[in-house]
Each structure stands twice: as structure tokens, then as C-alpha cells.
């Protein structure tokens, strides 16, 4: 399913939702200044989270970003393993509810 070249997609997307995309990038660029957490730190959380929606275009995206923001590949393993813990404390908690 994934194919990167569906990014190029978002070209239509702008022509026919002007006003939403508009808005969409308006939140990017607000959220990802520089403001009490660093470009670095912001893009940690986006790979964190893009891992845990599984989201390859995320991904991608921001893990592109996360590099030129100075990530390192050990800090992109620990933010992932951070999200892997998160997801399987969700499984393991959603568990108690299959316990009558």
C-alpha cells in the first residue's frame, strides 16, 4: 500500500481543499517552531508517534527532519523504543478489560 510517490498527491490535495491545507500547513508551522521544546526534541516526538500510527509517509518525513534538526540514529532508536513500550503498555492495560 505504501508508495511514496503518492506524496506528489499532495499537490491535488491543495487544488481541491485550498482553505484546509492551508490551515493543515498554518498547524505544521506553528507547532514545529522552535518554542519550550527544540526542533530536535519536536521531531523525536514525531517519529515516536508516525512509529506508533505506523504511518511510513510520517516516517519518512520525519525522520528526514529529525536528522537535519541533529538526531541521532541512537536517538531515533530510543524514541522508538519509547513508542514501542507506550503501544504494548496500551495492549497490556486494554488486556484488563477481557478479565470478567
Excluded: W
Excluded at 15 to 23: F, I, K, S, T
Excluded at 35 to 43: F, H, N, P, Q, T
Excluded at 81 to 99: D, E, F, N, S, Y
Amino acid at each position: 500500500m505504501y508508495d511514496a510517490t503518492n506524496m506528489k498527491k499532495i499537490k491535488t490535495l491543495r487544488e481541491l481543499a485550498p482553505e484546509g491545507m492551508a490551515a493543515f500547513d498554518a498547524l505544521n508551522a506553528a507547532v514545529f517552531k522552535d518554542g519550550a521544546l527544540s526542533m530536535k526534541v519536536k521531531e523525536l516526538i514525531a517519529v515516536a508517534v508516525a512509529v506508533t500510527t505506523q504511518c511510513p509517509y510520517c516516517i519518512d518525513a520525519h525522520v528526514k527532519k529529525a536528522k537535519i534538526a541533529g538526531c541521532t540514529d541512537a536517538e531515533l532508536t530510543e524514541a522508538t523504543l519509547v513508542a514501542a513500550a507506550l503501544r504494548a503498555g496500551g495492549a497490556v492495560t486494554h488486556g484488563t478489560h477481557a478479565i470478567v
